[in-house]
């Protein structure tokens, strides 16, 4: 297992659920982290969690960011080259689930999601790509879903943009063979975090947020030669056709 000992991380969307908690476990192992998100208070309190079970030791950054929003994006990048001299990894997690059918009509949140979780990824990748290349080495984490495998009669729109991110992973991992820098797509089922606090979900336990987490480390910390591409994590018993049960 190669140590993260040294290494700086930035961790998109660190404010709450599952990004707040890989930041956690990535601290845990010896990195410094870079938190983002768009609630400034959130993420100092996820700063002072970290500070406190790694014992100070190691450094946590909270910036402010909207990833839909690309100079806030670059702004980020460059706060953490500045103050951390490095980026290592780069956890692309922000995204947001809204009303995803076609039938209702609400073009601003399809939008919204279309920024943050496609545009977001792209941006955060376009920013920090460069100064991994010239490192020749790094690591870019796509959190994308479950539901961008298949889709459900109420997922179309959030099912597109996390399509997207699958491709886009896809993509980069053939771009960048041979360059020392290495993608990840990590495709988490039902988690239990605010996302999605309103699903009707009640036939088996979610997922922990420490569970995609743990996907995260073990991904990081293969070593230099290894390139794991692609991880998927479901809740136990989770097959097609009770997933299309639950979503009639
Ligand atoms: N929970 C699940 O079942 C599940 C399953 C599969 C995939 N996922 C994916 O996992 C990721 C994390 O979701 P979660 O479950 O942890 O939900 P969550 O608790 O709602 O966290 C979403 C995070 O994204 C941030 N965010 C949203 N819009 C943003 C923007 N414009 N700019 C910057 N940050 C933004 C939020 O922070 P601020 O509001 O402070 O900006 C928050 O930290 C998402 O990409 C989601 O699609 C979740």
């Not at 402010?64 to 460059?78: G, I, K, P, T």
């Not at 689930?97 to 792209?122: A, F, H, P």
């Amino acid at each position: 297992m190669n140590s993260l000992q040294g290494k700086t991380a930035i961790v998109t969307g660190a404010s709450t659920g599952i990004g707040a908690t890989i930041a956690k476990e990535l601290a845990k192992e010896g990195a410094n982290v870079v938190l983002a998100a768009r609630r400034l208070e959130k993420l100092d309190d996820v700063k002072s969690e970290i500070l406190k079970i790694t014992n100070n030791n190691v450094k946590v950054i909270a910036i402010q960011a909207d990833m839909s929003v690309q100079s806030d994006v670059n702004q980020l990048a460059e706060k953490a080259l500045a103050e951390l001299g490095n980026v290592d990894i780069l956890v692309n997690n922000a995204g947001q689930m809204l009303t995803s059918t076609i039938r209702s009509g609400q073009v601003e949140e399809w939008e919204q999601m279309i920024d943050v979780n496609i545009k977001g990824v792209l941006y955060g990748i376009h920013a920090v790509l460069p100064s991994m290349l010239s490192q020749s080495s790094g690591h870019i984490i796509n959190i994308a879903s479950v539901s961008g495998h298949e889709v459900t009669k109420t997922s179309t729109v959030y099912s597109a943009t996390k399509y997207a991110v699958r491709a886009i992973s896809m993509g980069l991992e053939k771009e960048l063979a041979r360059t020392g820098v290495r993608i990840t797509n990590i495709s988490p089922g039902m988690v239990d975090t605010d996302l999605n606090r309103n699903s009707a979900w009640n036939d088996r336990k979610m997922l922990e947020a420490t569970d995609i987490a743990k996907a995260v480390v073990y991904a990081v910390t293969q070593p230099d030669y290894v390139n794991v591409n692609e991880i998927t994590v479901r809740p136990v018993s989770s097959d097609s056709a009770r997933v299309l049960r639950f979503y009639k």
